[in-house]
């Protein structure tokens, strides 16, 4: 089954990087897009990123245009999350899931972000 390992949270400043890490098990990686999505406290699960299997073409969130980058690795079966400029609106928990995505696909644990001064 689908199993996704997201990693490299934590808490920085305003104005800083991270660069989160999903590692992906039990499907065929480099035949999918991949996505990366947020959730705040209280808000719904909202779209950040995705990366497409072949050509990687990728698409972002208009929050995170200009700020955020994705790219993946096929031979590693896993896919990133670099983060520039980050703002305390950023802050969330992180997942990412192969598209398209079936119900019966787990979600990760996901990857807390913390902006904050």
């Known amino acids: 089954q689908v199993q996704l390992v997201e990693s490299g949270g934590g808490l920085v400043q305003p104005g800083g990087s991270l660069r989160l890490s999903c590692a992906t098990s039990?499907?065929?990686?480099?035949?999918?897009?991949m996505r990366w999505y947020r959730q705040a406290p209280g808000k719904e699960r909202d779209f950040v990123a995705s990366?497409?299997?072949?050509?990687?073409?990728?698409k972002y969130g208009d929050s995170v245009k200009g700020r955020f980058s994705v790219s993946r690795d096929n031979a590693k079966n896993t896919v990133y999350l670099q983060m520039n400029s980050l703002k305390p609106e950023d802050t969330a928990v992180y997942y990412c899931?192969?598209?398209?995505?079936?119900?019966?696909?787990?979600w990760g644990q996901g990857t807390q972000v913390t902006v904050s001064s």
């Open positions: 039990g499907f065929d990686f480099s035949r999918f897009e």
């Open positions: 899931n192969k598209f398209p995505r079936s119900m019966s696909d787990a």
């Open positions: 990366i497409t299997s072949a050509q990687y073409t990728t």
